[in-house]
C-alpha cells in the first residue's frame, strides 16, 4: 500500500513539473534596456506570449521543446516590449525543430529551433547571441543571468516589458542532490542556476529563454519545482546547450529540420 502511495506521489510530482514547466518568468528581475539583450525573441500562440527564445541565426530561434503546443507558432523579434509590436516587421510564422529524443521535460533533451519564415534583418535592435562552445561548471565563476516576459511571483501576472537578473550557477551534483529530496532524478545534459539558495530565478511565462554567462547562451529555461517561484527551493534546471551543438549545427547548416 504505501509504495502505491509512493509511485502515486512521484506520478503526481513529476506531471506536475511538466504541467508547470511551460514558459517560465523572472523573479526580482529588472528591465533591460533596449540597447541589450537584442536576441531575445518572444514565441506566441494566437498573438499571445507563450515562451521565451533566442535568434542564434538569421534563420532560427532557439528554445525550449515543451513550448511546442501543437497550435502555429509565431516569433516577435526587435522589442523588449510585446505591446509596442510592428506586426509587418517584427512578426515571424515558423517552423518546429524538435530534437528527435525529446518526450517530456523531465527526461530532457528540451530543446527546439524554430525556423523564420523569412531572414531576419539583423541590425542595432535584432542581433544573435552566440552559443557555448563547451560545458561549463559551477565552479568557472561566471556572470550568469536569465531573461524573460510573464510573471514575476507564482500565480502573478505577466509583465509586457522584457526583465531580466542575475543568477548565480549550481553545482550539477548539489543540484541532483536537492532535486532527489523531491524524488525527481535530472536527465543528462542539464545545467543549473538560480532558485536556490537565492531569491533570484525564473517561474510561468519564459520557459525557452537563454541562461547567459559572460554574454553567450549556455543553457535554455526548462523547468522548476512545480511552478513554485517562491524561491529559494529547489535549483533551477536548463538544457545544456553545449551537449546539442551538433545538432543545433547541422540544421543550422542544411537550414531545414
Known amino acids: 500500500?504505501?509504495?502505491?502511495?509512493?509511485?502515486?506521489?512521484?506520478?503526481c510530482l513529476l506531471t506536475c513539473v511538466g504541467q508547470n514547466a511551460q514558459?517560465?518568468?523572472?523573479?526580482?528581475?529588472?528591465?533591460?534596456?533596449?540597447?541589450?539583450?537584442?536576441?531575445?525573441?518572444?514565441?506566441?500562440?494566437?498573438?499571445?506570449?507563450?515562451?521565451?527564445?533566442?535568434?542564434?541565426?538569421?534563420?532560427?530561434?532557439?528554445?525550449?521543446?515543451?513550448?511546442?503546443?501543437?497550435?502555429?507558432?509565431?516569433?516577435?523579434?526587435?522589442?523588449h516590449n510585446l505591446k509596442k509590436v510592428n506586426n509587418d516587421r517584427m512578426r515571424f510564422s515558423v517552423k518546429t525543430c524538435k530534437h528527435k529524443y525529446y518526450d517530456k521535460v523531465?527526461?530532457?533533451?528540451?530543446?527546439?529551433?524554430?525556423?523564420l519564415s523569412r531572414k531576419v534583418q539583423l541590425d542595432k535592435k535584432v542581433k544573435p547571441i552566440q552559443l557555448a562552445?563547451?560545458?561549463?561548471?559551477?565552479?568557472?565563476?561566471?556572470?550568469c543571468l536569465v531573461a524573460g516576459w510573464g510573471?514575476?511571483?507564482?500565480?502573478?501576472?505577466?509583465?509586457?516589458?522584457?526583465?531580466?537578473?542575475?543568477?548565480?550557477?549550481i553545482d550539477l551534483n548539489v543540484c541532483k542532490k536537492q532535486w532527489?529530496?523531491?524524488k525527481v532524478v535530472l536527465p543528462k545534459g542539464v545545467?543549473?542556476?538560480?532558485?536556490?539558495?537565492?531569491?533570484?530565478?525564473?517561474?510561468?511565462g519564459d520557459s525557452g529563454g537563454p541562461l547567459v554567462c559572460n554574454g553567450t547562451a549556455v543553457g535554455i529555461v526548462s523547468f522548476n519545482m512545480n511552478g513554485n517561484c517562491d524561491y529559494p527551493n529547489r535549483p533551477n534546471v536548463y538544457t545544456d546547450i553545449s551537449q546539442h551543438l551538433a545538432w543545433i549545427r547541422n540544421i543550422l547548416k542544411k537550414k531545414r529540420c
Do not use: W
Not at 500500500?1 to 506520478?11: G, P, S
Not at 510573471?151 to 550557477?169: C, I
Not at 545545467?191 to 517561474?203: E, W
Open 1 to 11: 500500500m504505501m509504495h502505491a502511495l509512493h509511485d502515486l506521489l512521484l506520478l
Open 23 to 79: 514558459g517560465s518568468e523572472i523573479i526580482n528581475g529588472r528591465p533591460v534596456p533596449e540597447s541589450l539583450m537584442r536576441y531575445m525573441a518572444s514565441v506566441q500562440i494566437d498573438g499571445k506570449h507563450v515562451c521565451g527564445g533566442f535568434l542564434v541565426s538569421e534563420d532560427f530561434v532557439l528554445t525550449a521543446a515543451h513550448c511546442d503546443k501543437n497550435s502555429p507558432m509565431e516569433v516577435v523579434l526587435g522589442t
Open 106 to 115: 523531465e527526461s530532457g533533451n528540451d530543446i527546439m529551433l524554430l525556423q
Open 133 to 143: 562552445k563547451k560545458a561549463i561548471k559551477a565552479t568557472d565563476n561566471m556572470k
Open 151 to 169: 510573471f514575476t511571483a507564482t500565480n502573478g501576472k505577466a509583465v509586457d516589458v522584457l526583465n531580466r537578473v542575475d543568477v548565480p550557477l
Open 180 to 182: 532527489k529530496f523531491q
Open 191 to 204: 545545467l543549473c542556476a538560480g532558485g536556490y539558495g537565492t531569491k533570484n530565478g525564473f517561474c510561468q
